[in-house]
């Protein structure tokens, strides 16, 4: 009799036992799961340690060497969104954006002009707008010689119509 009660105690007591070790294992995984993929969410983006902004390409940038360009062309640098001219000795820079709405503009050989297929603005090969919406001439940008002998034209810096680098 009393090895029966034992038997059944400790089958009881067995069941009981499993039982909560069970929801105690089940609920410590649960627990370190969960903080594990919180930390792992955190430190798993590199982005975490690194301020949110874009990187743009410098707006100053060599553009070639002088020999580079035809003497009397139009040069068009589409991944800068710039032209360079050059007259003889002297270069100039000036904007691909339309003054109108922000197209790019082209440059038609044939007619001698910049033209912007959005609206049809057209600008004079010094930038001077004539023709279309556009309220106002073509930025012209600062250039310069890099000790390398390249030519550098500095998009951040707007200058005067007038202005030209000569070499
Ligand atoms: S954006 Fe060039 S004419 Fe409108």
């Not at 007591?13 to 105690?24: I, L, P, Q, V, Y």
């Not at 954006?97 to 082209?106: E, F, K, P, S, T």
């Not at 002009?113 to 090969?125: A, D, L, N, Q, T």
Request: charged content about 20%; aromatic content about 16%.
């Amino acid at each position: 009799m009393a090895a029966g009660v034992e038997d059944k105690e400790y089958v009881a007591g067995s069941t009981w036992t499993t039982r909560r070790s069970f929801f105690t294992y089940a609920g410590w995984a649960i627990f370190l799961g969960t903080t594990l993929a919180f930390v792992a969410k955190m430190f798993s983006f590199t982005g975490f340690f690194f301020p949110k902004v874009l990187f743009e390409p410098s707006k100053k940038f060599p553009v070639g060497y002088p020999a580079d360009f035809p003497d009397h062309s139009v040069v068009t640098i589409k991944a800068r969104r710039v032209f360079v001219e050059r007259d003889g000795n002297d270069f100039i820079a000036i904007s691909m954006i339309c003054q109108h709405l922000g197209c790019a503009v082209h440059w038609t050989e044939e007619k001698g002009v910049f033209e912007c297929p959005c609206h049809g603005s057209k600008y004079y090969r010094d930038g001077v707008n004539f023709a279309g919406p556009a309220p106002r001439p073509l930025y012209h940008f600062e250039m310069h010689v890099s000790d390398e002998g390249k030519l550098i034209v500095d998009t951040s810096q707007i200058v005067e119509r007038d202005t030209v680098l000569t070499i």
